[in-house]
């Protein structure tokens, strides 16, 4: 990591470095090549913690922002200092660089949460198949044990007097009744 007055580079998992050419290393600017008030003309990187050259840079397009802006609002928010000292939250100062490699990051970690997406759909797909091809089997296997089953015995009827054992069983529970010269009703 860099020290308070800034390197030359700040590496990063991939081997990349930051080359912003307003960086600040020693003291001086990469880009102007002068001596820059650390305190007053430079914003440190939340990130990398490198020192870019905000303001007065000769070469107006790496300067962050205008001179009076920088000093009245810009820097006090981003060091919650003057009247931006009792306010809730932070401002802060990304560069280019570290900006970058964050939106990478985030961009690989959302390919790799669709690919675990992926993997799951697949691993489900794969066991409702296996389930099915299961249950598949299980229902023939079954259709063929009720073909054995109803080939060997009779039909049933729901009809009692068709069935023999029930109406033996009847003729045994009913009265038979006489009339008054012994012959049945």
């Known amino acids: 990591m860099s020290s308070f007055q800034g390197s030359d580079t700040e590496e990063s998992d991939d081997g990349n470095h930051n080359t912003a050419p307003?960086?600040?290393?020693?003291?001086?600017?990469n880009a102007c090549n002068t001596n820059v008030n650390v305190d007053a003309h430079c914003i440190r990187c939340w990130f990398c913690k490198n020192l870019f050259h905000a303001i007065n840079c000769?070469?107006?397009?790496y300067c962050v922002s205008a001179t009076t802006v920088f000093s009245n609002q810009l820097q006090p928010a981003v060091n919650n200092t003057g009247a931006y000292e009792?306010?809730?939250g932070r401002f802060l100062f990304i560069c280019d660089f570290c900006m970058t490699c964050e939106e990478e990051k985030k961009a690989h970690?959302?390919?790799?949460?669709?690919?675990?997406?992926?993997?799951?759909?697949?691993?489900m797909k794969n066991a409702f198949k296996t389930e099915m091809s299961e249950l598949k089997a299980a229902i023939s296997n079954?259709?063929?044990?009720?073909?054995?089953?109803?080939?060997s015995t009779k039909p049933v009827s729901n009809n009692v007097w068709e069935d023999t054992k029930r109406t033996e069983n009847l003729k045994h529970t009913m009265a038979i009744k006489k009339d008054t010269d012994g012959n049945s009703v």
């Open 22 to 29: 307003n960086l600040i290393t020693d003291g001086q600017c």
């Open 142 to 151: 079954s259709d063929n044990w009720a073909v054995k089953a109803s080939s």
């Open 86 to 88: 009792k306010r809730f």
């Open 58 to 61: 000769s070469n107006e397009k």
């Open 109 to 123: 970690e959302s390919v790799d949460r669709v690919d675990a997406l992926e993997k799951k759909i697949d691993s």
